[in-house]
């Protein structure tokens, strides 16, 4: 059982992504999550987070352009990127918010998924 991260691709800079991330064996609405990314020779960030009450909060950069949302029913969370730009270009990982905060295996970071955004 390990975190998910999906729906990463190459898309033109004012474009749409939407990420998945789903932990099979994990109630994924039992705890706060987040998404993260990580840019070529940069610290892993935090980009959006969602309690588990639904209250999201999200980095400065990304306010406004990208929105955080559960489905408790299909056990994932998404990222519905939209306004691309070229300095979003990084790989995302889901993860609990602190990160690896289950109390388990599940939560260990996962392989990510490559967002490209091209100019």
């Known amino acids: 059982v390990q975190l998910q991260a999906s729906g990463g691709g190459l898309v033109q800079a004012g474009g749409s992504l939407r990420l998945s991330c789903a932990a099979s064996g994990a109630i994924l609405s039992f705890f706060n999550m987040a998404w993260y990314r990580q840019a070529p020779g940069k610290q892993r960030e935090l980009v959006a987070g969602?309690?588990?009450?639904?209250?999201?909060k999200y980095q400065d950069s990304v306010e406004g352009r990208f929105t955080i949302s559960r489905n408790n029913a299909k056990n994932t969370v998404y990222l519905q990127m939209s306004s691309l730009k070229p300095e979003d270009t990084a790989v995302y990982y889901c993860?609990?918010?602190?990160?690896?905060?289950?109390?388990?295996?599940?939560?260990?970071w996962g392989q990510g998924t490559l967002v490209t955004v091209s100019s």
């Open positions: 969602l309690t588990t009450r639904g209250s999201p």
């Open positions: 993860n609990t918010d602190p990160p690896e905060s289950c109390g388990s295996d599940w939560c260990y």
